[in-house]
């Protein structure tokens, strides 16, 4: 059975800029990956590392949610 994959973060090594990121479903579209940047849109560094979402981000995202009708703010199963 798919399974949806989890948030995460891109996060910059070298200025801190992190970004979530969030897929609508299991079936992954291309609109999806390109959600994930190649390099630091501050900094321009190319040394950026997948972390987990910390209970402070999931906090976070469901008030987002709730501020908004965008269901991509959606975190179910949590």
Do not use: A
Request: glycine share 2%.
């Amino acid at each position: 059975m798919p399974v949806k994959p989890q948030p995460f973060k891109i996060c910059c090594l070298k200025c801190g800029f992190y970004k979530v990121i969030q897929f609508s479903s299991d079936c992954l579209r291309l609109s999806d990956m390109e959600q994930i940047p190649e390099y630091c849109p501050k900094c321009g560094s190319k040394e950026l590392e997948n972390r987990k979402l910390t209970k402070m981000d999931k906090i976070i995202l469901r008030i987002k949610y709730n501020f908004t009708n965008n269901p991509e703010y959606l975190l179910k199963d949590y």
